[in-house]
């Protein structure tokens, strides 16, 4: 398994960043290791959270953008990017980012054109579950979504 990112490469346009791809890869190959060795509490626009409270700086895969239909998924669990369908050489890569993101940082609108898209990308926290459900979850995503939902129900209890 290779777990360097040589076979990618940022494109900039317009100061826009885009990570493409040098290789085709399969649906679910391991196409490269997230970087872990810069982990902190809070997130920034360079990182991607992968616990609760633990953001780690993902480098060059801090160009990768938003898709709510996305060929990647970014495994929390065993630190890796995986093919989430068969990709072709020179692709764009993207990911869905709540299957990380709680609560972003910066949210901003999605015009990906999708006709599942979910129109404003501000975390996890923020889409219905039947949204949700559709796409790859991380672990801490999914234990503060029922967390969420285990606070609402107490919260109706109270009212």
């Known amino acids: 398994m290779s777990t ?14 885009t990570l493409i791809t040098k290789q085709s890869y399969k649906k679910g190959e391991v196409i490269c290791a997230m970087p872990s060795e810069n982990i902190m509490d809070k997130p920034n626009r360079f990182t991607v959270q ?25 495994d929390t669990e065993k630190m890796v990017m995986i093919a989430r369908r068969d990709i072709e050489k020179g692709e764009e890569l993207s990911f869905f980012y709540p299957s990380t993101e709680w609560e972003m940082q910066a949210p901003f609108i999605c015009l990906c054109g999708a006709s599942n898209c979910i129109h404003v990308v501000a975390g996890a926290r923020f889409l219905p579950l039947s949204t949700l459900e559709s796409h790859y979850l991380n672990p801490h995503i999914r234990d503060l979504m029922i967390e969420l939902l285990k606070n609402t129900k107490q919260h109706l209890k109270n009212l």
């Open 50 to 74: 992968i616990a609760r409270d633990r953001h780690t700086h993902v480098g060059k895969l801090a160009a990768l953008n938003h898709s709510c239909d996305p060929n990647v998924i970014l």
């Open 4 to 17: 360097t990112m040589e076979t990618l490469a940022i494109r900039t346009e317009n100061k826009f960043r």
